[in-house]
């Protein structure tokens, strides 16, 4: 009774999610191999993470704003339409001697339009379930980024070898349209509104459930803390695309089969961990406890693998720890707020999940350069555990 695929809208928004992040690891694929193979350098390959995510962290925030104003539904529908035209620009420059600065500013476009995408997608999320379901839809819509990474790396991979780079991006530019029919499906007439802020910033209307005790955006202990350990972890911790791939590249000189291989079975971890954060039928900050102890103990078994085999057989583990942890702190942070500021709120935590990777991609990709993936795998798991310690000291009872 409790499952959010009970509601109809849930539905569609999952699979578009689905299809959404299946289509877009052809393009990270295929930009990451082709970065790396025309410079060798983890560096240069940051700034694809930098050109795609900086604008979410210029941004992130005015489209928490926006979505207190126009409906989720309505910004997902131009975003999606907007994502497709800017992917298949990227055609054009993608090939064996690319023209580094014209793909980072093509990544920075659909960055742009990312940095609304992703705060309405965590918006709309109470709008197709309510009040009650929050807590297991927010956590389940995470299982819809994992399933995508148990299967899209592995066909991208395949793709990349058997069509080329160009075809790879083609691939995900027709994802988004299909994406755009998904979120085109969703009926507003069923959807649970949420109460718009009113032009003074405060005053709730009468529809708000909690009245005038929610009439602003509150940084209480619990929010203040669950913002600090989401930015520390997506600093130093969610590196993925950079940190894997170059660790199986440049430490054990595996191929593009590999590097799909271990993102895949990373993903395949991380389904696993999504399904087990969707059992919780109600999450705190305190929830943050176990998911960052038992992420931060992952990323610590990966960084000490000393064979790519081991690296292979330890990658479902770090992908359950991530999933795990993703499921948790999104929820908490759905639940953490009055239904009417999660705009707001998960604004922040986009501006912090994502608009924190390019500064942590420039860390990471400095630590590789100067030692190795498994280092920075360590730095990782060092920063997760620490923050273990600060939730358990910040949320005692």
Known sequence: ??????????????????????????????LQLVVLGATGSAQALSGITIAQFLPIFLLGLPAGRLMEHVAPRTVLLVTSLASAAATAGLVFVVNQDPDLWALYGLVGVLGTVQAFERVAAQTIIFELVGAGGL???????TIALAAARSVGPALAGLAFQGLGAGACILINAGAYLLVFASRWLIRPAELHWRTPVGPDGGRPGPADPAGPASSSFRWSRDVATLLVVNVVVSLLAMNF?????????????????????????????????????????????????????????????????????????????????VGYYQGIVNAA????????????????????SYGMVPFGALAMGWVI????????????????????VVVLLRTRP
């Open 1 to 30: 009774m409790g499952s959010p695929f009970r509601h109809r809208n849930f539905s569609w928004y999952f699979t578009g999610q689905l299809i959404s992040n299946t289509g877009v690891w052809f393009q990270n694929l295929a």
């Open 135 to 141: 807590s297991r839809a927010a956590s389940v819509s």
């Open 241 to 321: 695309g950079l940190v894997l791939t170059s660790t199986v590249d440049l430490s054990y000189g595996g191929d593009a089969a590999a590097v799909g291989a271990v993102h895949t079975l990373n993903a395949v971890g991380a389904v696993a961990g999504g399904v087990l954060a969707a059992r919780r039928a109600q999450v705190t900050v305190r929830s943050l406890v176990p998911a960052t102890a038992v992420f931060g103990a992952a990323l610590a078994l990966n960084a000490a693998a000393p064979t790519l085999v081991l690296f292979l057989v330890a990658a479902p583990v770090l992908g359950l720890g």
């Open 333 to 352: 942070a759905q639940e953490s707020v009055p239904p009417r500021f999660i705009g707001r709120m998960m604004s922040w935590m986009t501006l912090g």
């Open 369 to 388: 350069d100067a030692s190795s993936g498994r280092v920075a795998l360590a730095v990782s798991a060092v920063s997760a555990l620490a923050c273990t």
